[in-house]
């Protein structure tokens, strides 16, 4: 045993005995290597030995070296430093890492029932003084150091509040659309130069270009001048001819995807659209309606809500609280009853267990007439604008236009700035008071101040998007008015409806009704 180690270690010494000697040969170079570079007093000898010899052209070249030399020696330090800073850095172990996430989130629903607590003092304070609690609440915010920018008015903490872990909220949707506004969310630069009338022309080719759908460019003026008139539109026809793809396309074209919520047979109420608490589970059960709602307050995009078959099921029974929030002349009224009683994780666009309807954002109903569905109020019918859909547009050469990124703000301002610029004519006014009393002798049919309102919004804002205005009354009328001759008996009436159209030529020139005209040759058809 005793010569085979003998042999061994003759061995590990000549071998490793090698390496380590390279090691450490290594290591003495590396320090050799520093010596020689910081060894200032060894490098003037030398230049001294050499300076009597030098040049001009010597000493440039001895400068240059000098300077490298100095340049190597700063990065040299700068990456020790850096390889020291990386291995001493201090480590949490993943252990002791969750431990402190769950003390932050422990943290931050302690600090939320903190801000409950001293609302509900501060509102006792106010019941004491007897103040109004917006009063007290801006002094109390002006007061205060680093106050934070109001970007919501109906919720002064919203921003300011910490994320809260949806897990612990009854609202797991809405608490998680609460985080990623608070934390990601970075609103785009929005187009403030563009015109309706340009909107018009570039979402009728992006929506060709870009989806393979095409539009009449007639058709595109009469959705966009909807938007400005009613926050309700209603996209009717046969199947097949591009309903719910309008809608949807232009939520492509202004960079917002548009949500499609399916209207199911058996929809009766109101929690269809908002969703409802669950005693037994102790969590709210949430709607993509509701999620669209609510999102809809974080941003100023405008966003479209699609009741895809809204009339499968009677509309005026699910939704029929929201014609009547909708009717609101103020928008600070447009709010909808969430919850009865408030808890301290709750989502922070809930204010009071009310939920704010934004003005950025338009329900859009498609509806398909045939056996299997419903006819719709005329409680409905009256606050929409109705878009009839019965034929496909012919294809065409789309100009390659981009998505748009374009504010509420600037939509809204558009619109007011076109019925500034452009109201209906006085003698367009006194026709339609004239066809008014027209049809109330002939037909006993009228048409009420509501219509009136949205014929006067209705003709500015599609003039404003490249439209004329007897074609904003042509349209608005066969929509609005003579929608209602459905309820008539009208196979007794051929012979009024002949004279009615000869009426619409004599008012207001040949052919110049055309959509009117056509519609009451329907209607004479049908009657037959």
Known sequence: MKPVLDNFFRYFYEDMGRIFQAIWEMLLSVFNVFNYLLNFPMRMEKIKEHADDFGTADWILLLVTHLLLLALIITLVVLLVRLMRHLLRFRVPAKKYDELSRQVQQLQRDLIRANYEKDK?????VAELGLKEDVVLDSLYNETEGEQQEMVPSNRNTFASPPVDPATSRFFRLTTVDNYYKTEYQPPVYDFEITLEEICHRFRHY?????????????IRFFIAALGTSRIVILQGISGTGKTSLAYAFGKFVQKDTTVVSVQPSWRERTELYGYYNEFTKAYSETDFLRAVYEANYYRDPHVVILDEMNIARVEYYFAELLSILEMPLESEWNIDIV???????????QNGKLRISN??????????????????????????????????PTFEPEDVPGLYVSTDHINALFADAKQKYPISQETLDKLEDMNEYLIKNFRLAFGNRVMKQVQDFVPCLIACGGTEIEAVDFIVAKKVLRKFESLSLGFMREELTRFNNYLDKTFGKNKMKICKEYVDMLKKNAN
């Open 340 to 350: 009865t009683a408030m808890w301290d994780n709750d989502p922070c666009l809930i």
């Open 207 to 219: 929506a060709a270009g870009k989806l393979g759908l095409y539009y009449d460019i007639e058709l």
């Open 121 to 125: 003092l501060l509102a006792l304070k």
């Open 360 to 393: 950025n954002i338009w329900f859009v109903g498609t509806i398909n007439n045939d056996d299997s569905t419903f006819a719709v109020a005329d409680k409905v019918y009256d606050r929409a604008v109705p878009i009839d859909l019965d034929s496909r547009a």
